[in-house]
């Protein structure tokens, strides 16, 4: 009940299209959707986050999608560019405790 | 505002020595987790503490692993004889309340021969 699934496992995107990245969860106590950036070699970056009591939330280019009733969240990078190549992951928390991540997504923008 | 600071950033150890990884809060930062990323996989939580305290323990081996974060200084990983199945990134993160997002170092990555 604690996993967190992620798909698909890596993505090619064509420089200029969206990225969309799924995710989805047991638990319905989670009250907290971060996405994280990580590039080879460094830690997770903050991307965006979410709380439950949207359905959506933009940041730049980047939107996160959240169906409670699915239990389904999703990042939506838009106008992807060769600098968003990158391994993904979602996130989620009760409470602000501890992170349960997804497996990742590996992206890769072709330019 | 410094980030996350982990040293070291590489740790090469042979089977049955220790590693010693040390975390240093962004300021203002009272919140420590720890966590591990094996290779291809996601991240995998291990310990929540707080100054002088332990939360939540619950994803770190009961055997050869112990965490503390003192009153002064860094928050520090230990694992004791290493294994070859030790090897991976392992991540701190930090947050300035329990509700905060959590802020994410480099990472050290231990490598056991």
């Known amino acids: 009940q604690q996993q967190v699934k992620q798909s698909p496992q890596s993505l090619i995107v064509q420089k200029g299209g969206i990225s969309i990245i799924n995710c989805a969860y047991e638990?319905?106590?989670?009250?907290?959707f971060p996405w994280y950036q990580q590039f080879p070699g460094k830690g997770p970056a903050l991307l965006i986050a979410i709380r439950p009591d949207v359905s959506e939330k933009k940041e730049g280019r980047f939107t996160i999608s959240f169906n409670k009733s699915a239990k389904q969240f999703s990042l939506h990078i838009m106008d992807s560019q060769p600098g968003d190549s990158a391994t993904y992951f979602c996130?989620?928390?009760?409470?602000?405790?501890?992170?349960?991540f997804g497996e990742g997504t590996q992206l890769t923008v072709n330019p | 505002n410094a980030g996350v600071m982990q040293n070291p950033r590489h740790l090469v150890r042979r089977r049955g020595q220790e590693a010693r990884l040390r975390c240093s809060p962004m300021?203002?930062?009272?919140?420590v987790y720890w966590y591990r990323q094996l290779p291809e996989e996601g991240l995998k939580f291990m310990v929540y503490?707080?100054?002088?305290?332990?939360?939540?323990e619950s994803g770190m081996p009961k055997e050869r692993f112990s965490a503390e974060f003192p009153k002064e200084g860094p928050s520090i990983l230990r694992i004791q004889q290493v294994v070859r199945g030790d090897s991976a990134a392992y991540f701190c993160a930090s947050s300035a309340t329990r509700q905060e997002t959590q802020y994410f170092g480099p990472g050290t990555r231990l490598l056991v021969l």
């Open positions: 638990n319905t106590a989670f009250d907290y």
């Open positions: 503490l707080q100054k002088e305290n332990i939360i939540d």
């Open positions: 996130a989620a928390s009760r409470s602000g405790s501890r992170l349960t």
């Open positions: 300021k203002g930062h009272s919140h």
